[in-house]
């Protein structure tokens, strides 16, 4: 098993800046790709963006590419969003995933086996 906790929300200004966490722990030893997604109430569950494990490769959704960016510190076992430039339209519960899998299918979440909890951001106008 593997559990994921996120950490680093909060309450912030439109056009500030927020970094999320999201520290593993378990049997982490064949995850492949980890995600970040996003929930507001009444709204569907969306794809923010993945890193790939093997080769360091990240995607974005369009909505954030540009703003989000997401690292990886091996040593910590944590995988970071780095949010700049927030919009009020980026309000949500952030949630992290893995997946032993690589490919076509990580933007959907059905990629994913191991969810974290979330953690709120809310950016206000």
């Known amino acids: 098993q593997v559990q994921l906790v996120e950490s680093g929300g909060g309450l912030v200004q439109a056009g500030g800046s927020l970094r999320l966490s999201c520290a593993a722990s378990?049997?982490?030893?064949?995850?492949?790709?980890t995600a970040w997604f996003r929930q507001a109430p009444g709204k569907e569950r969306e794809f923010v963006g993945a890193i790939v494990w093997s080769g360091d490769v990240t995607s974005y959704a369009d909505s954030v590419k540009g703003r989000f960016t997401i690292s990886r510190d091996n040593a910590k076992n944590t995988v970071y969003l780095q949010m700049n430039s927030l919009k009020p339209d980026d309000t949500a519960v952030y949630y992290c995933?893995?997946?032993?899998?690589?490919?076509?299918?990580?933007?959907?979440?059905?990629?994913?086996?191991?969810w974290g909890q979330g953690t709120q951001v809310t950016v206000s106008s």
């Open positions: 995933a893995t997946s032993t899998r690589t490919g076509r299918g990580y933007r959907d979440s059905s990629f994913y086996t191991y």
């Open positions: 378990g049997r982490t030893f064949s995850t492949a790709t």
